[in-house]
């Protein structure tokens, strides 16, 4: 496994593969790897000749400097995961490598339009604007054939979606299932913030979509169910609820009336402790195409 710190380095190293013909497959992460992101990895070396795995966290689509500051920094202890999952390459480029006329000021605005103002945009405002910045690099830098994604990201992953169709990158998406702890708890870097006490209690967001996904299969009311599942969360001691929505799988405005069960994601945040957390839950996988 090869470690690439600048552009040009990795480059030169991946215009040899792709003149030998191979095909490349890239795994954007922030690093600090979990399971979630081995199965990305692995599920990339099984469809392509070449799997590069990025690890740069992107400070431009951070809306919180403490989170940012708290984001766990792991390097070599991903490179040890990374290496029997089967990954080729690390890209791991520093800030002015990735921004070298800095990124607080004049930075590009993208405009997704709706879609990136619902669920996560309300709360985190630039956000998108910071993945989409960081997203367009990568592909430009690296030129993959196809790009693996978390569902557990879902308004990133149709965003994304949108950024390859408007700006016609020749890339593949692929959508991975998330992956979760014994007890449903979707796996994510920022777990690690929680206390065994918060960690004990985290569950309670798998438990709730569960539930949830559950009352509008046997037909039971939108909203009622959408009210029933916020309650719960709500009056649990520990966690701050920011959003619960059932909504449209393609704008992601909350719906009021099903017509059809596979049109439908339902979509948590909440604090817990210091961490922030995001869960997702669709009624039937086929439209965002998860794997
Ligand atoms: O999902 C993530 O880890 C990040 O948002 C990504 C796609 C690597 C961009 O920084």
Redesign the pocket.
């Known amino acids: 496994m090869q470690i690439c710190k600048t552009i040009p380095a990795l480059r030169q190293l991946l215009d040899g593969y792709r003149k030998e013909g191979k095909s490349i497959g890239l795994v ?3 690093g600090a790897l979990h399971s979630g992101h081995i199965s990305l990895i692995e599920k990339a070396n099984s469809a392509n000749d070449l799997t590069v795995c ?1 690890i ?1 966290v ?1 400070p431009t ?1 951070f809306n919180n400097q403490d989170d940012f500051e708290m984001y766990p920094q792991t390097l070599e202890k991903d490179c040890e995961m990374l290496k029997p999952a089967g990954c080729d390459v690390v890209f791991a480029p520093s800030h002015n490598e990735m921004y070298p006329d800095g990124f607080h000021e004049n930075l590009i605005q993208l405009n997704f339009g709706g879609i990136a103002e619902e669920l996560e945009g309300k709360f985190r405002p630039g956000h998108f604007n910071g ?1 989409g910045i ?2 367009t690099k990568l592909f430009n830098i690296v030129n993959p054939d196809k790009a693996y ?2 569902q557990k ?1 879902l308004q ?1 992953f149709l965003i994304i979606s949108k950024l390859v169709k408007d700006f016609s990158f020749g890339i593949d998406l692929v959508c991975c299932a998330i992956v979760r702890e014994e007890d449903g708890l979707a796996m994510s870097s920022r777990n690690s913030r929680l206390s065994q006490e918060e960690r004990n209690e985290a569950s309670l967001l798998f438990k709730v979509l569960s539930e949830a996904k559950e009352k509008l299969i046997f037909g039971e009311d939108v909203s009622v169910v959408g009210n029933e599942a916020r309650q719960q969360i709500a009056s649990n001691q520990f966690f701050k609820l920011e959003y619960f929505e059932i909504v449209d799988i393609k704008s992601l405005k909350p719906i009021h009336k099903i017509n059809n069960l596979e049109d439908i994601a339902l979509c948590v945040s909440a604090h817990l402790g210091k961490a922030r957390l995001i869960d997702n839950m669709l009624v039937k996988t086929s439209k965002v195409g998860v794997n």
């Open positions: 954007p992460t922030m990025s740069y992107n689509q993945v960081v997203v994604f978390g990201d990133q």
